[in-house]
Antibody, heavy 116, light 107 residues
Framework: QVQLKESGPGLVQPSQTLSLTCTVSGLSLTSNSVSWIRQPPGKGLEWMGVIWSNGGTDYNSAIKSRLSISRDTSKSQVFLKMNSLQTEDTAMYFC??????????WGQGVMVTVSS | DIQMTQSPASLSASLGETVTIECRASEDIYNGLAWYQQKPGKSPQLLIYNANSLHTGVPSRFSGSGSGTDFTLSINGVELEDLSIYYCQQGNSLPHTFGAGTKLELK
């Protein structure tokens, strides 16, 4: 059974760095890609980026300068780091197994609030 | 970046009715389109991929069509459990982008 679980701090101060972890079970990251998608409260979905099964990455051009996605295949974990956070980065952050460029399996999400 | 325009933004339907949601891409994405369903407080769930392929376990009342720039999601016989928000997403060109969503409500 494929499961994904996001974890990280619920509250981040403005200008600080956000670090999130996506822990995957039921399949291998060496043969699966993982994408991060976020959703501000009451708004739509925003594709943030992806780490492909070969370890390569691609990012949303709007946040590319602030975003980094990496992984530890031995721990089946994918990491998101985004710096210079602002209030508009307040959102639910989801990770998803990405196959053929679509989110096949999703985590439950983790809510991140940017506030002082 | 490719812009995805969904219409309508909201839709009221009676149970058993057939409804259609549209998604238009700002440039040709061939058949690189997916549809997701999101219920309140839950993560999105894949319904349709490659424009018209039904994801495993999705009821057959859902169907997708279209290619190029114009796509459609149809629900043939709306059921209570279908009342959700629906999003399209293009997976043809990076960065992959979502539509703004369509909220399906009960009439």
């Amino acid at each position: 059974q494929v499961q994904l679980k996001e974890s990280g701090p619920g509250l981040v101060q403005p200008s600080q760095t956000l670090s999130l972890t996506c822990t995957v079970s039921g399949l291998s990251l060496t043969s699966n890609s993982v994408s991060w998608i976020r959703q501000p409260p009451g708004k739509g979905l925003e594709w943030m980026g992806v780490i492909w099964s070969n370890g390569g990455t691609d990012y949303n051009s709007a946040i590319k300068s602030r975003l980094s996605i990496s992984r530890d295949t031995s721990k089946s974990q994918v990491f998101l780091k985004m710096n210079s956070l602002q209030t508009e980065d307040t959102a639910m952050y989801f990770c998803a197994i990405y196959r053929n460029n679509y989110g096949r399996y999703w985590g439950q999400g983790v809510m991140v609030t940017v506030s002082s | 970046d490719i812009q995805m325009t969904q219409s309508p933004a909201s839709l009221s339907a009676s149970l058993g009715e057939t409804v259609t949601i549209e998604c238009r891409a700002s440039e040709d994405i061939y058949n690189g389109l997916a549809w997701y369903q999101q219920k309140p407080g839950k993560s999105p769930q894949l319904l349709i991929y490659n424009a018209n392929s039904l994801h495993t376990g999705v009821p057959s009342r859902f169907s997708g069509s279209g290619s190029g720039t114009d796509f459609t999601l149809s629900i043939n016989g709306v059921e209570l459990e279908d009342l959700s928000i629906y999003y399209c997403q293009q997976g043809n060109s990076l960065p992959h982008t979502f539509g703004a969503g369509t909220k399906l409500e009960l009439k």
